[in-house]
């Protein structure tokens, strides 16, 4: 192991997930918990089965008010920030001009001239300049608050039940992708239906002096420690979580070598809208096609593909492994990978070259994972 | 801590070795498994291919990651634990048990000499934490 060159930033959750026997690693310029005491495979299942509880307080949240703040970021990102309403949250990506991505990111509305925007934790920095560089004349003030929020995600089918302990919003008439002001605990937050492992849930911000308190409170409510209780989840889990359910991870599927076409995010791609950065060379790549594809995969053979790794068709190297990993959920071996879009099709053989050894896969529809309908 | 039997040899990449007349019997250790998380796979070689002392005879892996798994002795393969095909998890619950890997026929049981004792195993685990 290498020293890292500069100090780790730590969320107001750090000694907590110590105590709990989290293993702590680095990631995005964060120390994190990878996993707790249960270990990757548990937390994994009872997210599915149960509940979940994530800290993602190291994501970036930059802060957009005025007049013009929908027009600003709208401007910026290829979903159509201007479909919003109040108390609506949507998925959306900041793109180059060459329609690649410079993140993926959640825009909520607060109101017409106030947005949030909620960015990955290592690419808060990069994120903040790119917006902040392209501020013109508008009325707006713009503010990086990333470190006035924590932010715990609590996910699975109980995840409902267990928060609506602790507050008075009526969370069942919360919508998928819209989100409350209230309190919870007592404790003033901003509560989103939202997540990013595949299965009901909401993620929770308030001021991170109160991070412990409702950290500790929600894992009482949840009965943790009960065999059917809530689990603190790390970050393998929620990778794998996310990985089950399809969904993209910034710095693998997508990263600004990747077209928001070819990772499969033409539904958070408005090309009708307003002029946005890259629209141009997006438009043009949907009119001449995409020559390559995020494709899902799972093994056949004994073997477990990793990101990476090569994609092989009739023996001709022809992509790459964006993430690959066993499935706790689904008890298979599965992966993401871009392949030429003329290979692209479910059902096709493929190869995954694990580390010198040829192992048998086969193109399956996206997502792995999806939930039961309630 | 770590369960750190007093009877075996140890590496420092963290295998245990259990001499039993000219074969040796190797795993990895409580430490290692500890370390990987949940075991989900492991790869091993087959009776009679032929490993040097420190070369890789096969792989471990969690969720989250591969290992290589080095052979601390030189010899042929005698017996690998074909079991751990199917229940990868006795690497977790039983490593000095029912997880061993491999049996190797020793070429130059003096190699055993130059490993680690349980106390000298435990510090290294140790130095190596700080």
């Known amino acids: 192991m290498t020293a890292p060159a500069l100090k780790l930033k730590s969320t107001p959750l750090n000694s907590i997930h110590r105590k709990l026997g989290g293993r702590m690693v680095e990631f995005g310029g964060w120390d994190m918990p990878v996993q707790y005491a249960a270990g990757t495979v548990e937390e994994h299942v009872r997210t599915r089965k149960h509940a979940g509880l994530f800290d993602v307080s190291h994501m970036g949240e930059v802060d957009v008010r005025g007049p013009d703040a929908v027009a600003f970021v709208n401007g910026l990102v290829s979903n159509d920030a201007s479909k919003l309403v109040d108390e609506q949250a949507q998925y959306s990506a900041l793109t180059t001009p060459e329609g690649t991505v410079i993140d993926d990111l959640l825009v909520y509305r607060f109101a017409e001239d106030h947005l949030l925007l909620v960015v990955n934790a290592g690419t808060t920095d990069k994120d903040w300049d790119w917006i902040s560089s392209h501020r013109e004349n508008e009325n707006i003030e713009l503010r990086n608050v990333s470190d006035n929020y924590c932010q715990i995600a609590l996910q699975g089918p109980d995840a409902l039940g267990i928060l ?30 939202t997540g990013y492992t595949g299965e009901d849930g909401f993620e929770v911000y308030a001021s991170p002096d109160k991070a412990e308190q409702l950290w500790n409170r929600t894992l009482d409510a949840g009965n943790f420690g009960a065999d059917d209780g809530v689990l603190p989840c790390g970050l393998a889990a929620r990778n794998t979580l996310r ?30 809208k307003r002029d946005f950065i890259g629209r141009d060379r997006l438009l043009a790549q949907k009119q001449e096609g995409i020559g390559r594809k995020l494709v899902g995969f799972e093994v056949t053979d004994r073997g477990i593909a990793r990101d990476a790794q090569d994609v092989l ?62 | 801590m770590a369960n750190v039997p007093e009877n075996l040899h140890y590496s420092k990449d963290h295998e245990w070795v259990r001499v039993e007349g000219d074969t040796a019997v190797i795993g990895i250790t409580d430490h290692a498994q500890d370390q990987l998380g949940d075991v989900v796979y492991v790869e091993l070689p087959r009776a009679g291919d032929e ?17 290589e798994i080095f052979t601390p002795v ?8 074909d079991s751990l095909t ?38 290294f685990t140790k130095a190596e934490n700080e």
């Not at chain 1, 609506?164 to 937050?189: I, M």
């Not at chain 1, 030429?340 to 994972?369: H, K, S």
């Not at chain 2, 030189?74 to 634990?81: D, H, R």
Request: net charge negative; charged share 25%; hydrophobic share 40%.
């Open chain 2, 51 to 67: 490993f040097v002392a420190n070369e890789a005879f096969g792989s471990v892996e969690s969720v989250k990651a591969v290992s």
């Open chain 2, 74 to 81: 030189s010899g042929k393969i005698a017996e690998a634990n």
């Open chain 1, 243 to 272: 990985l089950e359910a399809g969904m993209c991870l910034y710095g693998h599927e997508i990263d600004e070598t990747t077209t928001l076409l070819e990772a499969n995010l033409g539904w958070i791609t408005k090309l009708n």
């Open chain 1, 313 to 374: 068709i009739d023996g001709q190297r022809v992509g790459r492994v964006t993430s690959g990993s066993p499935a706790p959920f689904l008890k298979k071996n599965i992966g993401m990978a871009y392949v030429p879009v003329e290979f692209a099709n479910e059902g096709r053989a493929i190869e995954i070259d694990v580390r010198g050894r040829m192992v048998a896969a086969q193109i399956v529809p996206l997502p792995f994972y999806k939930r039961p309908k309630q």
């Open chain 2, 86 to 123: 199917d229940e990868p998890e006795k690497v977790n619950k039983d490593p000095y048990g029912d997880g061993w890997m491999i049996k190797i026929k020793m070429s130059s049981p003096g190699e055993v000499d130059s490993l680690l004792t349980a106390a000298e195993y435990e510090d």
């Open chain 1, 164 to 193: 609506q302990k602790l507050t008075r919003l009526p969370l069942s008439e919360v919508k998928y992708y819209h989100f409350r002001e209230g309190e919870v605990d007592g404790v003033p937050a901003i509560v989103s239906r």
